[in-house]
Each structure stands twice: as C-alpha cells, then as structure tokens.
C-alpha cells in the first residue's frame, strides 16, 4: 500500500519535471518511420530479387550453397547441422546461452565447407554466414538485486579500454545512424568494497531528429558489452526451437520481436554472442536485418 | 493545434476540443494507460476516460500545462482501473515497478505519518531537481510513466543492468532525503 501512495505522489511531482522527461513524438517522426517502412520494403524487395536472381541459377546447377538462410533453412544439410546445434533449446535466456563456450567449434557450423560461400564472403565483405533469426514471443524482466553498497564510479575511455584489452568500439553502424552515447566518461557499477560489481559499456546509436526522440519508432541500434556477462538480466522466450547463426565463426543467437507502440507494429531484432572473451548483446529496432547482420559483424573483428 | 487554443475551445464548451485532445495526445493517453493495464482494450477505455474527465473539469480549471495534466488525469484514471481489476487481470510488470518504490521507505516503520500530500510530492520534485539529468528523467519516465525497463534501455541505449543500477541508487537516495525531511509514508 506504501508503494501505491508513493507512485500516486509521484503523479503530483512538478509539471515542468513531467514535460522535460517525456519522450514526445511529432507528425515529422511519423511521416520518417512511414517513410522508413517503406524504404525498407523497397529494400527487401531488391534483396529477395537479387537472392533469388543468385540462387535459382546455383539450384538448377545442383550446387547450393549454404548462406544467409533468414527465418528457417529448408535444406536438409542445415537442419542436421541445427540438430548438432540444438543441445541448448531446453534453455529458456540468452543469459544461459551466453554461458556456454559458444566459441567451440564442435558444434558448429564450418562456413568454409564451401567454395561459394567463401566466394561470397569476400564478395559481401564477410557478411554472408549461415544465418538463422528466431521468432521471439516474449522478453520479460529477471529479478536484478543489486549490493546496498553499491555506487557509480567514472572511468575514463583509456581505462576502459585497458580493463578490456582491445578496442570495443563496432567497426560498422548503419549510414543514417549517429552515436549517441557518451563514450568519455563511462559509469561503471561498484561494490561498497571498492570491486567493480558491473562492467557493462553501452553504445547507442539512433537516427538524427530535431526533435525529441520518439524512441520506438525511431531506427536504432545499442550495444551492450561486458567481460562478466549480463547478470540473467534477461528472459527470452522463443515460439519456436532456437537455431545459432554463425557469423565469422562466431556463434551468435539472434531473435526478432515484432512489437505494438499504440496502432504501429515495429521489428526489433536482438543478437547474444561471446568474442574473444567479452559478450556482446546487439539490439536493433526499425532497421532491416540487413545493416543488423552487418552490425553483429563489425563487433567481430 | 496549440494547447491554449485547446483550452479555449473547452472553455467555448466546443466539442472540437475533445477532438483537438484525442489528435494530439492519444499516443500519449494509450502509452500510459497500457504501461500500467498492459491491455490495449483497457488502455483505450481508460483514454475515453479520460477525455470525459478532462471535458468535466476544463473550465473551471485552466492548467498551466494540458500536456502534464492530461498525463496525470490519465494515469490517475488507469491506477484506480487497475486496482479494480488486479484480481483478474495482473500486469507482472507493474507490480514490478510498484515493489521497486519499496526500497524508498522502511518497510519495517508501521507508524503512518499523516502529511499532506502535498508536503510528500513537492519534497519528490525538489529532490528530482537536486539530482542529475539522465538520473532523474529515467525515474520519472519509470515511475511517472510507467516505462518498461526494457524501453528505457531502448530510449537511453543502456542495458538493463545499468537501467536498474541508476534507478536503484535514486531511490536509495529518495529514501535517505525524504528520512531527512521527516516525511514517512
């Protein structure tokens, strides 16, 4: 009962207080994410066309390769390689997936099976992997109890990137895409002890706008990056059986949400994976799975 | 349509004025509404609500802001639907958030300070000024919006974790101002 009194206090705060923290959107942002829809038919459209143009001649030839199979591969070779994949379906999170060694080759698929698809790869700029995009039925919260000690500490970018022994910055963010996080000054989590509790280090990068950002149908991207994981932070419930990608051989679990902001429906894609020791976690909401792909692979270099 | 403009038309007794009201802040009305009853059909009820209220109390009342009062008046109109309905129709979500403000007083203190409410509410504004920007717009967007964790880290680029972090340790410091100010729920 204290909590709902409070929430109801917190209704009365100052009104200057309500309209600053407003995420407000305008007739522009919507005529952009109207425009931006079907920009990205027009896209999608062009790629299936050129897909089709490459793959009809390759079928005929008897010689399929196995890349960028979207959604569900229909080849009987990539379902046996999904069964080799699949020991983790019974896990219900990324987080849980994220603990497993997904840099071991033992399960996964080997891109250099092919000639073509290596041909490909370089044609693409390493962009043509065996790509699975698992449908997401839910993302819901995990209980996250944090030290009552525990307080924000600022480190410098040279601090940061000493802790994680290598540049973290991705390599490829989509043209109309600007950075928008600060990465001077990053606040880190630590424990009253004085350890570090939380090392996570975000990028944000969103389409420009004059106005205020409506932030769901606004195409962006954020990275999350982190050498001691994302604390189960997050419960991913899949419709279907979970299938890995894998991208510069690296594992990566990609799924796509299809979300409602009032009468819109908007996708949001979101990928987990380890490299070289840090995982990663990729977020990407009306952009095409496309420039996502070429995201996940710029984080991998 | 400018928001003083609107006002007048309420004022005027025009029905355009509720029509004004539902082009401009419709999004905003659902987005609330649906933060806390997390059903769409609800939300849009809720909304109705809402312009039926705002149409009853515009005039007398003239607010300084339509944008803040609309919101409130929405939000208000969705906590009393949700108590209505919480045994049938439970939002995880909201609940979560609810048990969230726990941390702001002590659970432990049974004694009820009766204060005026808004002694409580001017000491939470003058308190979100004294903190930092992001800090404290990520309160109110979870706690006077009623924003998921999961959009605020799309809005704010951050993980979840830092999301939690920052709104864990503003109401720790919540808690500690309003103990000094002597105010106890």
């Known amino acids: 009962m204290k909590s709902k009194k409070l929430f109801e206090e917190i209704g009365n705060i100052n009104e200057n207080l309500i309209e600053q923290a407003a995420f407000k959107s305008d007739d522009k942002t919507k005529n952009r994410a109207i425009w931006y829809r079907w920009a990205s038919f027009a896209a999608c459209f062009v790629l299936i066309a050129s897909v089709v143009a490459v793959i009809i001649p390759l079928i005929e030839s008897n010689n399929i390769p196995n890349i960028f199979s979207v959604e569900e591969s229909s080849t009987n070779e990539s379902n046996e390689k999904e069964k080799g994949l699949s020991k983790e379906d019974d896990e219900n999170s990324f987080q849980n997936s994220e603990k497993e060694d997904i840099t071991s080759n033992d399960n996964m698929a080997d891109p250099s099976q092919n000639s073509d698809q290596e041909e490909s790869t370089k044609e693409n700029d390493g962009i043509n992997n065996l790509i699975f995009v698992n449908e997401v039925n839910s993302i819901s919260n995990a209980a996250n109890e944090f030290p009552p000690d525990c307080y924000e500490e600022v480190w410098s970018w040279d601090e940061v990137l000493s802790y994680y022994g290598k540049n973290i910055k991705p390599t490829y963010i989509p043209d109309n895409l600007f950075k928008i996080s600060n990465d001077t000054d990053i606040e880190l989590t630590m424990r009253g002890d004085g350890t570090l509790y939380c090392d996570v280090v975000d990028f944000l990068y969103r389409e420009k706008s004059e106005d205020d950002v409506f932030m769901q149908m606004t195409p962006t991207i954020s990275i999350s990056i982190s050498k001691m994981n994302f604390f189960g932070d997050m419960i991913i419930d899949f419709k279907t059986e979970k299938k890995v990608s894998n991208i510069k051989n690296i594992e990566v679990m990609i799924g796509c949400e299809e979300n409602n902001y009032g009468d819109e429906k908007y996708d949001a894609y979101i990928a987990v994976f380890n490299y070289d020791n840090v995982y990663y976690r990729v977020y990407g909401s009306n952009i095409s799975l496309d420039e996502f792909i070429k995201t996940i692979s710029g984080c991998i270099e | ?185």
């Open chain 2, 1 to 185: 349509m400018d928001d003083s403009k609107i006002i007048e038309l309420y004022f005027e007794r025009s029905e355009k004025a509720i029509e004004e009201t539902q082009a401009k802040y419709d999004k905003l009305c659902v987005c609330i509404a649906n933060n806390i009853l997390n059903n769409e059909e609800d939300a849009k009820e809720c909304c109705n609500d809402t312009y039926l209220k705002v149409w009853n109390t515009i005039p007398p009342l003239r607010p300084a802001s339509l944008y803040a009062y609309i919101s409130k008046v929405v939000r208000n109109t969705a906590l009393h639907k949700y108590e209505y309905y919480h045994a049938q129709k439970r939002n995880n979500e909201f609940d979560m958030l609810l048990s969230e403000l726990e941390e702001c007083f002590n659970t432990s203190d049974n004694i009820e300070v009766i204060i005026d409410n808004s002694v409580i509410s001017n000491a939470i504004s003058e308190f979100l000024y004294s903190i930092k920007n992001e800090a404290r717009n990520i309160f109110i967007q979870r706690y006077y919006y009623s924003e998921s964790i999961r959009n605020l880290c799309n809005h704010y680029g951050m993980s979840k974790s830092k999301i939690e972090s920052m709104l864990h340790r503003t109401r720790i410091k919540l808690k500690e101002y309003l103990e000094k100010e002597g105010i106890s729920l």
